[in-house]
């Protein structure tokens, strides 16, 4: 059957436009290195085919808008907290002494400027941070030092009080003097801390050390005992804040 003018005009533009469209992906693929128009139209109709019946085994690609969870193996950073100077277990609490048996002090007591032995060859047996603003009751604690010497460490805060009082305005002319309202703060003359060693079978006060009234108003301090035994140290204060470190020689008395 022979074609009419028209239809076989229609076929050879059919045949120029597949032929244009050949050549041009055979140089895309070929020369530029990029994907055939052929294989975009198929790949195209597989995804969408494959789409309705779930991702494909080994796949790990996350979809579009999916969170990550957890278990993925993201890192976690957790930061870390200081580490404390550990405090050996060697003190017992026990109850403060009320009614000491004033005995003859046979304990030394060594000023703040005697130089310890090397921090190294010492444990910490004791630090706590003490206080005495609201009528609290004594601390005390027991335990046996076998190789002397036992080193009490303490730094007292006394209670700040403010006050005020009216005075005159010198520095001006005497028709223009005035009273005028000054505030100013000190330590609290009540303030007071104490530290005194008892004698742990017989109740008999050794030595004592301390802050404020008879003890002076210097702090921090140190406080030496020089001397074996089974001792009561005990903490009590009036409007004051204390913190108290304890320190024992290792050798011949840590276990």
């Known amino acids: 059957m022979s074609l009419q003018p028209k239809e ?12 244009v469209i050949l050549l041009i992906d055979v140089v895309n693929v070929f020369l530029i290195g990029g ?6 139209i198929l790949g195209q109709g597989s995804a969408t ?4 019946s779930g991702s494909l085994a080994g796949n790990t690609q996350q979809p579009a808008g999916d969170k990550i969870p957890a278990s993925s193996g993201q890192a976690i950073f957790v930061p870390t907290k200081a580490t404390p100077v550990p405090t050996v277990r060697y003190v017992s609490v026990v109850t403060p002494v ?21 921090e190294e060859s010492y ?5 706590d941070d003490l206080s005495y603003l609201a009528g609290e009751d004594p601390t005390a604690v027991a335990f046996d030092v076998k190789v002397p010497p036992l080193v009490i460490r303490y730094n007292v805060s006394p209670l700040i009080v403010t006050d005020s009082k009216m005075t005159i305005n010198r520095s001006s002319k005497s028709e223009l003097r ?10 609290s003359p009540d303030s007071e801390f104490t530290v005194t060693v008892f004698d742990k079978n017989s109740g008999r006060k050794l030595s004592d050390d301390g ?13 030496i005992v020089r001397e074996a035994g ?16 304890m320190l024992l020689k290792n050798e011949g008395n840590i276990v």
């Open 8 to 19: 076989r005009n229609i076929y050879i533009a059919v045949a120029l436009v597949i032929g």
């Open 98 to 118: 009320t009614t000491p048996d004033p005995g003859q002090s046979s304990l030394r007591y060594i000023p703040p400027t005697t130089q310890a032995a090397p």
């Open 230 to 245: 089974s001792f009561i140290i005990q903490f009590d204060g009036d409007d004051a804040e204390a913190h108290v470190d």
């Open 211 to 223: 802050f404020g009234r008879e003890f002076g108003m210097l702090t921090p301090k140190t406080f």
């Open 178 to 187: 005035t009273d005028i309202l000054i505030n100013y703060t000190y330590p």
């Open 35 to 40: 994907p055939s128009f052929f294989s975009l």
């Open 49 to 52: 085919a494959v789409s309705g």
């Open 123 to 127: 444990a910490l047996i004791y630090s």
